[in-house]
């Protein structure tokens, strides 16, 4: 870890708190949920499910939920690593005052984050697009395991919606059980690509931005307009917020920083959380 980045980002933190933090894909990766994009920022698979597309095509649908149910029990087990356990200690200590998150694992609040914006929704939970309902999702893998039994032993790399690189099968032969309520299409409870984040929630994070003294990003490459809108929003308060950076590759902000530690999210996470609470 350059130890000289480590300096100058407590130098950019510790005089300024509450920080409000924007969490990326990159802080999940230890815990075993692969992220999407490259040092680079360029994709290292298949750019991720369209929401038009979801929506419009049952094959699509059939695709999805077929690699969800042999990707779903082991991005459920997954459990917070050491990133999270640093952000939820710096949350008890008050200096952060807001985890904004794009990732939909849930794993801040598992690690004890109590403040925390889930931006992108919860793999966790499933709505239906026709009545709105919402379901747990480990009840829609027994739906799905019931439909389509002769799937369940099949496996495959998880990958980072949740569901599973499986190639090489027939996915016209799944069925996709319909919402039980309203006939309507079944949805993970997230925002797919192509898709708007809800306005309320939007706002909520805004207001939570405003309340602190400092913006940082963590594990993110901020390539998609839904997490640069933060360090955009930060960038023009007067006075303008400090906003730092952890992350090992390029981000579309890079320009903006105040401060930015090119380091693994968990390690580093560490060592800002033990100088600034010893």
């Known amino acids: 870890?350059?130890?000289?980045?480590?300096?100058?980002?407590?130098?950019?933190?510790?005089?300024?708190?509450?920080?409000?933090?924007?969490?990326?894909?990159?802080?999940?990766?230890?815990?075993?949920?692969?992220?999407?994009?490259?040092?680079?920022?360029?994709?290292?698979?298949?750019?991720?499910?369209?929401?038009?597309?979801?929506?419009?095509?049952?094959?699509?649908?059939?695709?999805?939920?077929a690699r969800s149910l042999i990707g779903w029990p082991v991005f459920r087990q997954a459990r917070p690593n050491a990133a999270h356990q640093a952000l939820a200690r710096l949350e008890a200590a008050g200096q952060v005052g807001v985890v904004i998150t794009q990732n939909v694992d849930g794993l801040h609040q598992a690690a004890g984050s109590q403040a925390v914006i889930d931006l992108h929704g919860r793999l966790d939970t499933t709505v239906c697009m026709g009545c709105g309902r919402r379901s747990p999702r480990a009840a829609f893998q027994a739906e799905l395991l019931a439909a389509n039994g002769s799937w369940h032993h099949l496996q495959a790399p998880v990958a980072p919606d949740g569901d599973a690189d499986l190639s090489g099968v027939d996915f016209s032969r799944f069925t996709v059980p319909a919402c039980p309520h309203c006939g309507g299409v079944i949805k993970p409870d997230v925002v797919f690509y192509g898709d708007n984040v809800p306005r309320e929630r939007v706002d909520r994070a805004m207001a939570a931005l405003r309340g602190c003294e400092a913006l940082l990003v963590v594990g993110s490459s901020l390539m998609v307009y839904s997490g640069l809108r933060f360090v955009h929003a930060a960038q023009a308060r007067a006075p303008r917020m400090a906003i730092a950076a952890i992350n090992l590759g390029t981000t579309r902000a890079d320009g903006l920083f105040d401060a930015k530690l090119h380091a693994a999210c968990a390690p580093a996470l560490q060592a800002l959380q033990a100088a600034l609470t010893r």
């Open 1 to 65: 870890m350059p130890l000289h980045e480590l300096d100058a980002l407590l130098a950019c933190l510790a005089p300024r708190q509450p920080w409000a933090v924007l969490s990326g894909a990159g802080l999940s990766t230890a815990s075993g949920i692969p992220d999407y994009r490259d040092a680079q920022g360029a994709w290292k698979r298949a750019a991720p499910i369209h929401h038009q597309d979801f929506m419009a095509h049952a094959a699509t649908r059939q695709r999805y939920w």
